[in-house]
C-alpha cells in the first residue's frame, strides 16, 4: 500500500459534513481542518464549536490553525490541545491578500527567525503531533526552503506538507512535486506533497513516489470516493499489504451523493453557514456534470438548503444520464 492520503485544509470546505461523506467510501487516513483562526478561537467567536468539531474520527483529524503572531497562535494551540485530534497544523501556506496582509499564512515564510520562534514556543504548548502546510516561500528559492524548514525541525517540529508552489503563483503553473522528494532528502522528518492531484490514477501514483504521505483537496470536492478508488488501483497495480479494502461501488450515485451532502450540511454546521457551504461544495462537485456551469449558476442563485434540493432534482429530472458514474478500476 502506497503512503498515507490526507485531506487537505479548505476554508469552508474542510468541515465535519465532507469527512462524513468521506468516510462512506473510506481510504482517507487523515482530515485537516478548515483553517480556524486563531483570534477568533481565543476571543470564543460564537461558531468555534463548529469550527472545532472533529467527527466522525477524532483521532485522525488534524486541526489547522492560522494567526498573525506568535503569543495569538501560541494560546490557540493551547485551547485546541485540550481537544482529541491527530495533531495541530499551523497555516504558514495561505497567500489571500487578507491574511497575509495581518502576518498570518505564507507570510510566516518572510523571516526564519520568527518562524523559528513561533515553532519553539508552540512546542511548549502541545506534546501532539505538530505540523506545517507551507507553500514554497515568498520566491522560488528551494535553498531559502530548505534552510526554513530545518530550523523549524530543530525548534521540535513533527511534520510538514509542501504545495510546491510561491505565494504569488497562487494556482498559476503546475505544482513542483520535484521540490517534495528534494526537501524529504534535506529534512529527517516526514514531508507531505501536495498540489493538482487530477485523478485517482495519479493520486495513486503520487503514492508510491518520493513523499511520506500525499494530500488531496479539490479533487476530493469533486469526487468524494477518490481515496478510496486510488486504494483500488493500488489493489489491481499487485502492491504488496492491501487486503480487503474501502468499499467502492461500480458506480457513483451522483444525486444521491448532492442530497446527502446537503443533509450531512444540515446536520453538522449552523444555519448561518448552510448556503455559503453548499456554494462552496457545488463550485467543485458539479464538475462531474456536463452542464457544470449551467448547474452551478443555478445554485449560487439559492439561499437554503431545500431549494438547493429543488435545482438538484429537477436537474437530474431532466437530465438522468448525468445519475451514475462509472467507476473504471471495477473492469481492470
Ligand atoms: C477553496 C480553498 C480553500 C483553501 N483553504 C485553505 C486553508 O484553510 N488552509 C490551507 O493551508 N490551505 C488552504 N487551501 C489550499 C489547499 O489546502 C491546497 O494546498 C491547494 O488547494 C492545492 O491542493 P489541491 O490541488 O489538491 O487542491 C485552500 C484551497 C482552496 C481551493
Known amino acids: 500500500m502506497g503512503v498515507p492520503f490526507l485531506l487537505a ?47 466522525p474520527c477524532p483521532d485522525r483529524v488534524v486541526y489547522q490553525v492560522a494567526g498573525p503572531d506568535i503569543e495569538l497562535v501560541a494560546a490557540a494551540v493551547s485551547l485546541l490541545d485540550q481537544h482529541a485530534c491527530a495533531g495541530i497544523d499551523i497555516n504558514m501556506g495561505c497567500s489571500a491578500p487578507g491574511i497575509v496582509r495581518t502576518g498570518a499564512g505564507v507570510r510566516w515564510m518572510a523571516s526564519i527567525d520568527r518562524a523559528g520562534d513561533l515553532i519553539r514556543q ?39 506538507t509542501l504545495h510546491p508552489r510561491t505565494a504569488k503563483e497562487k ?31 495519479e493520486l495513486a501514483r503520487r503514492a508510491s513516489g518520493d513523499c511520506d504521505a500525499v494530500m488531496a483537496g479539490r479533487l476530493a470536492l ?14 489491481a497495480a499487485g502492491m504488496a499489504g492491501f487486503q480487503d479494502g474501502p468499499v467502492l461501488p461500480a458506480s457513483i450515485d451522483l444525486e444521491e451523493l448532492g442530497f446527502e451532502f446537503l443533509d450531512l450540511l444540515a446536520r453538522y454546521q449552523p444555519k448561518e453557514f448552510h448556503t455559503s457551504r ?8 458539479c464538475d462531474n456534470f456536463t452542464w457544470a456551469t449551467y448547474l452551478k449558476n443555478l445554485l449560487g442563485r439559492e439561499t437554503g438548503l431545500s431549494a438547493m434540493a429543488g435545482v438538484l432534482a429537477v436537474y437530474f429530472r431532466d437530465h438522468p444520464e448525468e445519475r451514475l458514474k462509472k467507476i473504471m478500476v471495477h473492469e481492470r
Request: charged share 30%; net charge positive.
Open 278 to 285: 453548499a456554494h462552496r461544495f457545488f463550485a467543485y462537485f
Open 171 to 201: 494556482f498559476k503553473r503546475y505544482a513542483r512535486w520535484e521540490y517534495v522528494g528534494r526537501l524529504r532528502s534535506a529534512v529527517r522528518i516526514p514531508v507531505a506533497g501536495n498540489g493538482d492531484i487530477a485523478d485517482a490514477g
Open 9 to 55: 485544509p479548505m476554508a469552508e470546505l474542510s468541515h465535519r459534513g465532507l469527512r462524513e461523506l468521506i468516510e462512506k467510501f473510506g481510504a482517507c487516513d487523515e482530515y485537516f481542518t478548515e483553517m480556524i483562526s486563531a483570534g477568533a478561537l481565543i476571543s470564543g467567536g460564537p461558531f468555534e464549536s463548529w469550527y472545532t468539531d472533529t467527527g
Open 222 to 235: 469533486r469526487s468524494p470516493w477518490v481515496f478510496a478508488e486510488a486504494r483500488h488501483i493500488e489493489k
Open 122 to 160: 508552540v512546542r511548549k504548548r502541545t506534546r501532539r503531533r505538530l505540523s506545517v502546510k507551507l507553500r514554497t516561500g515568498l520566491e522560488d528559492d528551494f535553498e531559502y526552503l530548505a534552510a526554513f524548514c530545518k530550523r523549524l525541525e530543530s525548534e521540535g517540529l513533527d511534520r510538514i
